[in-house]
């Protein structure tokens, strides 16, 4: 059964640094991409950052480029979620994922959708404060 558990969450002021982590189990971890969304009150789940399975490309939304770092262990079968510079708009219940793929692009897009991904975990709140 697979299962993915995040940690790590918790409340920042704005400016401030949080680092998610999301543990793997049962589920070969380096054949997949793994990914990191996110859900603000009221709002749709929305695609923060993703990392491959074997050459540990990245790809972001624009929103966090720059703040946000996705980082693996294929040995410790984790993937992190490094934030920087936090903002309020950053507040939002965020989810680790294990995408159908090892890579993150097909060719013609980023595996960025909801869709793309097979297995989720529960979530961990982050909260940042103004």
């Known amino acids: 059964q697979v299962q993915l558990v995040e940690s790590g969450g918790g409340l920042v002021q704005a400016g401030g640094s949080l680092r998610l982590s999301c543990a793997a189990s049962?589920?070969?971890?380096?054949?997949?991409?793994m990914g990191w969304f996110r859900q603000a009150p009221g709002k749709e789940r929305k695609f923060v950052g993703t990392?491959?399975?074997?050459?540990?490309?990245?790809y972001y939304t624009d929103s966090v480029k720059g703040r946000f770092t996705v980082s693996r262990d294929n040995a410790k079968n984790t993937v992190w979620l490094q934030m920087n510079s936090l903002k309020p708009e950053d507040t939002a219940v965020y989810y680790c994922a294990a995408g159908s793929r090892t890579t993150i692009y097909s060719g013609i897009r980023y595996y960025t959708r909801s869709e793309d991904m097979n297995y989720w975990g529960k979530g961990t709140l982050v909260t940042v404060s103004s």
């Open positions: 049962g589920l070969t971890f380096s054949n997949y991409a």
């Open positions: 990392v491959s399975g074997n050459d540990f490309s990245t």
